[in-house]
């Protein structure tokens, strides 16, 4: 009795794991896809930082030494300060991917053999969803259609 109920509770964890996960294959990939994504991004934000520095000093040497009106000193300000806006988001960013790209960077080894296993576990799966039986001593014939 004790052995059935625990085939039971097995069985039944793992049809839940199934129900809440669906494919194996699907998780890993988008896994995998989400840490090309933010390395991609981490690049990006990166860059941005970069962008918005020269135009900061762009803009901060037209204030200084442009020949400007009071209505374009006003549009320079504004469009410094929607620099400085934009800096602040690339480099929040930036920020937040940081850790990520750090243990991405040290581990890429890590991160190949997942897509390893990424392609061994559609492999398998894709043999469980093409099972055929061939029978070997007997003939079926006329027994199965």
């Known amino acids: 009795m004790g052995r059935r109920r625990l085939i039971l509770k097995g069985v039944f964890s793992c049809m839940q794991f199934r129900k809440q996960y ?8 988008e896994f995998l896809q ?3 994504d933010a390395e991609q991004a981490y690049t990006e934000a990166f860059d ?9 000093c762009d803009l901060l040497h037209v204030l200084e030494l442009g020949n400007i ?3 374009e000193r006003n549009r320079v300000a504004t ?3 929607n620099s400085r806006k934009n800096r602040r988001y690339y480099k929040d960013l930036r920020d ?5 790209h750090k243990y991405y960077t040290e581990n890429k080894k890590v991160f190949n053999m997942l897509s390893e296993v ?3 576990t559609r492999k398998q799966e894709k043999a469980h969803t093409d099972r055929n039986y061939k029978p070997r001593a007997i003939s079926l014939d006329g027994i199965v259609r």
Do not use: M, W
Not at 96 to 100: A, D, H, K, S
């Open 22 to 29: 669906g494919d194996v294959s699907e998780q890993l990939s």
């Open 34 to 36: 989400f840490i090309r």
């Open 48 to 56: 941005g930082v970069n962008l918005e520095d020269k135009a900061t």
């Open 69 to 71: 009106t009071y209505k």
């Open 79 to 81: 469009q410094l300060a």
């Open 96 to 100: 937040e991917l940081e850790p990520l």
């Open 118 to 120: 990424l392609g061994a």
